[in-house]
């Protein structure tokens, strides 16, 4: 004997009952069969609508019944040849007769008790069994149809019924029993309903379908069960929250009651029990993928790659309530006095954490119990409250429980200390932590706006043969934010392949237009996506990041903008990491500069500018890594201008030096405004950043600057510096002969030494490590006490979009692999 149990989606319609029939008759090639069956999809929903309706006085319940009557009879029409329809017409109009007679009471007395609600949803698999019974008739196939009411007993606890297994076993094996003497090998039974020990009418709870296919397979001692619904077996999350989840081929049964108990909505958490009790195995299968695998619930399960996590599952909707007071300590008795409170109202307990120090008790209940359960906890405790021994009782809503479950994770030391730095590392508070004995299941309690973001992290954690999202967020499409997109778009493939990192681009915007798309803006049409977006205003840029809430969330600046740079604190304080190519926040006063990395630090955020100093070239991460392993920085020497170098190697006195630094411009070396370049202003930033970095509490007033730029190049617009540079070209020529005349070249040079900075053109004479730099290339010299005379050296190009975009996209790297 085997069992197989079809829900509402698998039973929705005439053509989907059609596919249910073919799976049955290829079952029955293989042994006899109990096929146990859901309402039609979306119709128990609908009964509860129009029972609640009429208890409310809103006539308009009759259309809710209306609406289950011509489904159902355009479902028989659909199925059976119009030779064979009359009488199962017939038993559907006076069914939903019935159910309107019900209704109709219910407005009368203005009320719907639970039992009369059982009995109103019971319609629904009563229908639907009928009409597949129907069906398979009209085919030849016999088949026997069951009142699973006439099988099932239970309390009268309507709406949650427990069952009477040794009163439902005696005449669930005594049916069968004598069924099989009758050579009958088709059952068709309703899931879902039941009756008490006087013939009431009750239910097995939302989903009680399964546990009847368990409850019966138990009793008859079926060889498997089969579970038919929508999707191809248990996975390994929620396929709704995450994109990328993976079959669970084989479960055991402890794990399966763990997931489906956490949210799992593919089975049913009570029919695990039976089953489990007999060692009868249950296959979860697709009715719209047959020949897929689907999943295994039985005792022993292998390990899927040795991986000790099972799955990821979640309950939404819950609140948490804390006793607290002093009180408590050292008295026995509360737990049992909460318990007893929760319990007398019906509540249950999903949760419980509870300290050492017994000053706190913590229990996770449904949303919807909170103030019932408020009630009754400070009834029970009135005298304790009054007297300041303990605290009215604390509610805590909006919450949810995520949940890791596997058999090996008892075996596996640091999955707890793994699961909680990944949620602390992107900014997931936990609220509450409880965790078994058996070691199956870890549970914590988090904002119910993070579980798809905790959810996706712990995902990506556990199960390694995935890849891990990036989700990036860039601010500026010039020279150097066009180039970025064109390298992510290069690489997209080789990061998934060899680093298993999925880069999406989620937000783009530039001065005057912004753009968000939760699934990636497509980089090959990225420039009409946003010409075609919203009017750029930062506060609803930011507010577009934050709010989304993303896990491994960065943040990359190619701006040159104040605002956006003054931005930062706000995305840090979310655990989204910031990329700044733009110095203005470096070079801020140095408690915002402190600020910033304090918070990157307290929020477990990133804060990466290491194209501020020099483009693609690694100077911070370098001299990070100096101090990291203990030396000590005594001097910096650099070059640390691209743009300036530049023209200083492209300057002889036989084109203007106007000219010259015009060229720096349309090459793309400069800043949007080449002022900052040659004023000196650029590289007293940068000096001032490596000094910080160094460990130096360092401001722009406190760098001296040896400017070359006479100050009426410094007014006006931009054209108007170029013309006044024009006019000053006896100056610079002076600059140049006098250099040339020592047999020197001039270098615009920062140095760093004792806690003091200075910037200033200089005459380079061939023995110094700065003369040979050509081009527009950058060096810096970090003297050190490991590096004491000859000096560590980091040269290459300082200046440039292309590696300028290179060295930002490397910083997104860095943080996505943090």
């Known amino acids: 004997m085997q069992v197989l149990k079809f829900g509402g989606t698998s039973v929705a319609n005439g053509e989907n009952i059609n596919k249910v029939v073919a799976l049955v008759q290829a079952a029955l090639t293989k042994d006899d069969t109990i096929v146990i069956v859901s309402a039609l999809g979306g119709i128990t929903d609908i009964l509860l609508?129009?029972?609640?309706?009429?208890?409310?006085?809103?006539?308009?319940?009759?259309?809710?019944?209306?609406?289950?009557?011509?489904?159902?009879?355009?479902?028989?029409?659909?199925?059976?040849?119009?030779?064979?329809?009359?009488?199962?017409?017939?038993?559907?109009?006076?069914r939903c007769n019935e159910i309107e007679d019900i209704c109709k009471g219910a407005f009368l007395l203005g009320e719907l008790s639970a039992r009369t609600r059982d009995k109103i949803v019971s319609y629904g698999e009563l229908l639907s069994s009928l009409i597949l019974s129907a069906r398979f008739e009209t085919l030849d196939i016999k088949n026997t149809w069951k009142d699973s009411r006439e099988l099932i007993v239970t309390d009268s606890q309507f709406g949650y019924a427990a069952v009477d297994f040794p009163l439902t076993n005696q005449k669930i094996r005594q049916f069968f029993d004598t069924a099989k003497a009758s050579e009958a090998s088709l059952f068709i039974l309703p899931g879902f309903i039941a009756s008490d020990s006087n013939g009431v009418t009750t239910t097995l709870g939302r989903g009680g379908s399964d546990y009847t296919a368990a409850i019966v397979a138990a009793a008859v001692d079926a060889k498997l069960v089969e579970i038919w619904t929508d999707v191809s077996g248990m996975m390994t999350a929620d396929p709704r929250l995450v994109s990328n989840v993976k079959l669970i081929p084989h479960i055991s049964y402890q794990e399966a009651m763990e997931l489906s108990h956490f949210g799992a909505k593919v089975i049913y958490p009570p029919t695990i029990q039976p089953v489990m009790a007999k060692g009868i195995p249950v296959w979860i299968k697709n009715t719209f993928a047959p020949a897929d695998p689907g999943t295994v619930i039985e005792f022993a399960s292998s390990r899927n790659g040795g991986g000790s996590i099972r799955g990821i599952s979640s309950i939404g909707k819950i609140a948490l309530l804390s006793l607290e007071g002093s009180g408590m300590v050292g008295i026995p008795g509360f737990s049992k006095r909460l318990f007893e409170a929760l319990s007398s109202e019906k509540i249950n307990v999903i949760l419980i954490t509870q300290g050492s120090s017994e000053h706190s008790i913590c229990v996770g209940i449904d949303e919807s119990n909170a103030a019932a359960a408020k009630n009754a906890v400070d009834r029970a405790f009135g005298h304790e409250i009054e007297t300041g021994k303990v605290e009215p009782l604390i509610i805590e809503d909006e919450l949810s429980i995520i949940a890791l479950v596997g058999d090996h994770m008892k075996s596996h030391p640091g999955v707890s200390g793994k699961m909680f730095g990944a949620l602390g590392k992107n900014g997931v508070n936990v609220r509450a932590i409880a965790q078994g004995s058996s070691e199956r299941n870890i549970s914590a309690v988090v904002a119910a706006a993070d579980v798809k973001k905790a959810i996706n992290i712990l995902h990506e954690e556990f199960f390694t043969t995935t890849y891990k999202q990036l989700n990036l967020f860039i601010t500026g499409t010039g020279n150097v934010g066009r180039r970025l997109l064109e390298q992510l778009k290069q690489q997209q493939s080789y990061l998934l392949e060899q680093l298993r990192l999925q880069v999406r681009v989620i937000g783009l915007a530039n001065s005057r237009k912004m753009i968000f798309k939760n699934e990636g803006i497509d980089l090959d049409s990225w420039k009409s996506a946003l010409e075609q977006g919203e009017p750029m205003e930062l506060k609803n840029w930011v507010h577009?990041?934050?709010?989304?809430?993303?896990?491994?969330?960065?943040?990359?600046?190619?701006?040159?903008?104040?605002?956006?740079?003054?931005?930062?604190?706000?995305?840090?304080?979310?655990?989204?990491?910031?990329?700044?190519?733009?110095?203005?926040?470096?070079?801020?006063?140095?408690?915002?500069?402190?600020?910033?990395?304090?918070?990157?630090?307290?929020?477990?955020?990133?804060?990466?500018?290491?194209?501020?100093?020099?483009?693609g070239l690694p100077v911070i991460g370098t001299l990070n890594d100096l101090l990291r392993s203990g030396d000590k920085v005594n001097r910096i020497q650099a070059v640390l201008s691209g743009t300036l170098n530049f023209v200083f190697n492209n300057y002889n006195g036989e084109r203007l030096f106007a000219d010259v630094v015009r060229q720096a411009q349309e090459e793309g070396y400069t800043e949007p405004d080449p002022r900052l370049d040659l004023s000196g202003t650029d590289v007293m930033r940068k000096i001032m950043i490596l000094a910080r970095e160094a460990g130096e509490k360092m401001e722009m007033e406190d760098i001296k600057n040896n400017s070359f730029l006479p100050e009426s190049c410094m007014k006006g617009s931009v054209e108007n510096f170029y013309l006044a540079m024009a006019k000053e070209e006896a100056h610079f020529k002076s600059l140049y002969d006098a250099a040339v005349k020592e047999g020197k070249k001039l270098k615009f040079v920062a140095r760093y030494e004792h806690g003091k900075a200075a910037v200033g053109l200089q005459h380079i004479d061939p023995q110094q490590d700065l003369y040979h730099l050509y081009g527009k290339d950058n060096v810096v010299l970090f003297y050190t006490d490991r590096y004491p005379e000859q000096p560590l050296v980091i040269k290459g190009a300082g200046a440039g979009a292309e590696v300028t975009a290179s060295g930002v996209f490397a910083d997104i790297i860095r943080a996505a692999s943090a």
């Open 49 to 94: 609508q129009a029972g609640e309706m009429a208890a409310a006085g809103d006539e308009s319940y009759k259309d809710k019944l209306q609406v289950i009557e011509h489904r159902h009879l355009e479902t028989v029409k659909y199925l059976l040849p119009l030779t064979r329809q009359s009488s199962v017409l017939s038993q559907v109009k006076r």
């Open 544 to 615: 577009g990041i934050t709010s989304r809430n993303l896990r491994n969330s960065v943040f990359a600046d190619v701006t040159a903008n104040n605002d956006v740079a003054y931005c930062y604190d706000s995305l840090l304080q979310k655990s989204i990491s910031v990329v700044a190519c733009n110095k203005i926040a470096c070079s801020s006063p140095y408690q915002n500069y402190k600020k910033l990395k304090d918070l990157a630090r307290e929020y477990n955020s990133l804060f990466l500018f290491e194209t501020n100093v020099g483009a």
